[in-house]
């Protein structure tokens, strides 16, 4: 890494924790240079404009998300225990000390939706890879005789993602202390429900 | 109805419609006066704040959500099929005309979740309310055998809550073509888990 690299990875962190308060629209170069100690001409050095910083803001969240969550959990065995190692640490990202307004994804979610752009094509090609992820481990728990042969895996995955951002309104706003039960419990039925065996 | 409770009420329609593009917080005095055509001066006589107008957009679209959703699914017949009315007319409720940036309640809940005050506590109220009709309706569905016994309807409304979230973003951001399957789908897995009668 060189300097440039470093000074531009420790500025999107800060970044990242902006936007998951404010939304990505908060982040003005402005407002981040006054919260990082730079000047905005510095900024716009490494930025150039909004767009680019809320391009650059994704990508370096898509970076965080896959060392944290996607890399870890492709590394437990193959079928379930990888499922539910995706699942927990997916909840765990919700909660990350650079987070401190909660997943950035949810919230560039409900700013991008009425914002073509390419900050928005950056947020959806990154949420269908995640997607996509999650139905191939689930494949793959298939193959491994973990879940039936008959599981729709896309659907599965659908709602594994629909139990995460519904995770997020829970501990943020609506249930902060049963958050994690709740959604616990939602990902067990949808596992009870793909187990090869039915009880 | 007077003169006035008609024009807030028509200014209030406006108000909802923006708010449920722009967020609450793009909703400024000026800028609804703009909208409506109407002086700023007169509408800080209705309002007075910025944030008891935005406590009057949350009140008119529990209104609304009451009139559109609520009610009308009470009157269906008690047990599984009031349920299923009160989770169809959710869904459209997140696709309806004065609703062009979908369900405000999503919108809201992102925006106001670091912000305290009597605008959160309105929406979290609203909500609350909501899953505790959802959670009354699958309990009745309970007593009226459609549903098993030792069924935990407070989690089945909490998963309700999960599926129309995430109806909200596939429908409004990652799957426009697949929401609706997807989110029916994940109802029917839920009711299906809730019957009496296991297949």
């Excluded at 910083?53 to 998300?65: P, S």
């Excluded at 999650?134 to 728990?141: C, D, G």
């Excluded at 995770?167 to 039960?181: I, M, Q, S, T």
Aim: hydrophobic letters at 45%.
């Amino acid at each position: 890494m060189t300097k440039g690299d470093e000074t531009k990875s420790a500025v999107l962190g800060s970044a990242i924790a902006l936007a998951s308060t404010l939304g990505l629209e908060g982040v003005t170069i402005g407002k981040l240079a006054e919260h990082v100690g730079m000047s905005k001409s510095g900024l716009f050095a490494h930025f150039s404009s909004k767009e680019n910083l809320q391009v650059a803001i994704l990508e370096e969240a898509v970076a965080r998300f896959v060392a944290l969550v996607v890399t870890p959990g492709l590394k437990q065995p193959r079928g379930e225990p990888r499922l539910r190692a995706l699942f927990e640490r997916w909840l765990a990202w919700s909660r990350a000390d650079f987070l401190p307004g909660g997943c950035i994804f949810v919230v560039a979610s409900v700013e991008l939706d009425d914002r073509p752009g390419p900050a928005r094509d950056r947020l959806i090609a990154s949420q269908k890879d995640w997607v996509d992820t999650l139905a191939h481990a689930a494949r793959i728990a298939v193959e491994e005789r973990h879940f039936r042969p008959d599981l729709d895996c896309e659907q599965l995955a659908h709602e594994m993602f629909s139990i995460a951002y519904g995770y997020h309104f829970l501990r943020r706003v609506f249930d902060p202390a049963g958050a994690e039960k709740r959604s616990r419990a939602a990902f067990e039925r949808l596992v009870a429900d793909a187990r090869a065996t039915r009880p």
